[in-house]
Every structure is written in structure tokens, then in C-alpha cells.
T-cell receptor, first 114, second 112 residues
Framework: EAQVTQNPRYLITVTGKKLTVTCSQN?????MSWYRQDPGLGLRQIYY???????DKGDVPEGYKVSRKEKRNFPLILESPSPNQTSLYFC?????????????FGPGTRLTVL | GENVEQHPSTLSVQEGDSAVIKCTYS??????FPWYKQELGKGPQLIID???NVGEKKDQRIAVTLNKTAKHFSLHITETQPEDSAVYFC???????????WGAGTKLIIKP
């Protein structure tokens, strides 16, 4: 089944404790990205990747890191999480860079930083 | 840069009635407008999209209309059913920029 998977689905942590949210897609997609979703603000892009070893900042990259060492994986790293990073996070992928390509979203990771 | 405004933020309709969600965009060069549906506990999923060379597109009970002059587009859902309850997001983009600019979302509630 074609899908985007994220782990963990739920995570409660404390300020300053490094964490990684994994994202994997099995559709051989080139483009992957991370979003955060907050009430009233919709989906805001954190980072995106156009292909292996090619990443770039989205609209809200502060406090986050990403890597793209393999085409299928695109982990999101919070080196020192803070309470303002409490949010619902989505990983997404699409076939290519065309703006008309459908984005396929993972099921989301709900992160709480105490 | 591009900005997409979406209204209303919450919409409650009686089952069987129609629902309309509206979005306006600022960049006149935008030419692709998708709508995504997010069910509870899931990620958004594309339900319909429209390109700027088309004024209307239908898919069963769902339709999207585009007014390029006024720079707004709308999602129409007819004969609403309980499974239509979800958060709906509009977005806009242009060919030269592969990033989607998202609206803030509309929570649609279908009352039995």
C-alpha cells in the first residue's frame, strides 16, 4: 500500500531533550516536506527536500533540523525542544517538484513539550 | 508573497444541505488551486483541484469554482452527509513556485 508513515504518533517530552520524528514514504517520491499545524494558522511548512541531500527552509524553520540521506526517509529533528514547538506535525511527499503534483500526507505526530 | 484567506473558520450545516467554503488569494500569477480534506486523526488528503484555465470542476457531490478576476475560489458540497465532517484546506500555487500556500482551514460540522 502506497503511504507515508510517521513515528511516533504521539510524544510528550520536556524542554531541551533532543527528539527525532521519523518519516518514510514507499512511493519513490522526490519531494518531501514537513508541516506544523496549529489552530487558526493552518499548515505551515518547516523544511522541504527536493531530493537526496537537498533540503531547504520553509516558512518556519527555526528550532528544527532535517536530513535526507535516503530518498524514502526524511526525519525531523528538534535539538532542543521548547514549549512553543508543541504542535501537530505532518510529513508529506509528492512525486516531483511540479506544483500540481498531489501531496500525500502522513497520519501526523502530536508533540507536547512541557 | 502569496497569501490565502479562507472563510469561514467553522461551518455547521444540516445533513442534506449544501456547504460552501470560500478562499481568496493575492498573487494573480497563481494558477493551481487544490482542496484537501482532513478527517479526525488523519493527514490532509486531496479531494479536488482546479487550474486557472477552468472556471468550474465537479466530482459527484463536490465542485470547485474559480473567479480569476476577483481572485477567489470556492468549494461546494451538495447533499452533505455525516462523513463530510472534517477540516477542509484550500491552497494556491504558481508554476514557478512548487510550494503550496495554504488557507487556515474550515471545520465543517454536519448536524444530523
Amino acid at each position: 500500500e502506497a503511504q507515508v508513515t510517521q513515528n511516533p504518533r504521539y510524544l510528550i517530552t520536556v524542554t531541551g531533550k533532543k527528539l527525532t520524528v521519523t518519516c518514510s514514504q514507499n512511493m519513490n517520491h522526490e519531494y518531501m516536506s514537513w508541516y506544523r499545524q496549529d489552530p487558526g494558522l493552518g499548515l505551515r511548512q518547516i523544511y522541504y527536500s527536493m531530493n537526496v541531500e537537498v533540503t531547504d527552509k520553509g516558512d518556519v524553520p527555526e528550532g528544527y533540523k532535517v536530513s535526507r540521506k535516503e530518498k524514502r526517509n526524511f526525519p525531523l529533528i528538534l535539538e532542543s525542544p521548547s514549549p512553543n514547538q508543541t504542535s501537530l506535525y505532518f510529513c508529506a511527499s509528492s512525486l516531483s517538484l511540479r506544483n500540481t503534483d498531489t501531496q500525500y500526507f502522513g497520519p501526523g505526530t502530536r508533540l507536547t513539550v512541557l | 508573497g502569496e497569501n490565502v484567506e479562507q472563510h469561514p473558520s467553522t461551518l455547521s450545516v444540516q445533513e442534506g444541505d449544501s456547504a460552501v467554503i470560500k478562499c481568496t488569494y493575492s498573487d494573480s500569477a497563481s494558477n493551481y488551486f487544490p482542496w484537501y480534506k482532513q478527517e479526525l486523526g488523519k493527514g490532509p488528503q486531496l479531494i479536488i483541484d482546479i487550474r486557472s484555465n477552468v472556471g468550474e470542476k465537479k466530482d459527484q457531490r463536490i465542485a470547485v469554482t474559480l473567479n480569476k478576476t476577483a481572485k477567489h475560489f470556492s468549494l461546494h458540497i451538495t447533499e452533505t452527509q455525516p462523513e463530510d465532517s472534517a477540516v477542509y484546506f484550500c491552497a494556491a500555487s504558481r508554476d514557478s513556485n512548487y510550494q503550496l500556500i495554504w488557507g487556515a482551514g474550515t471545520k465543517l460540522i454536519i448536524k444530523p
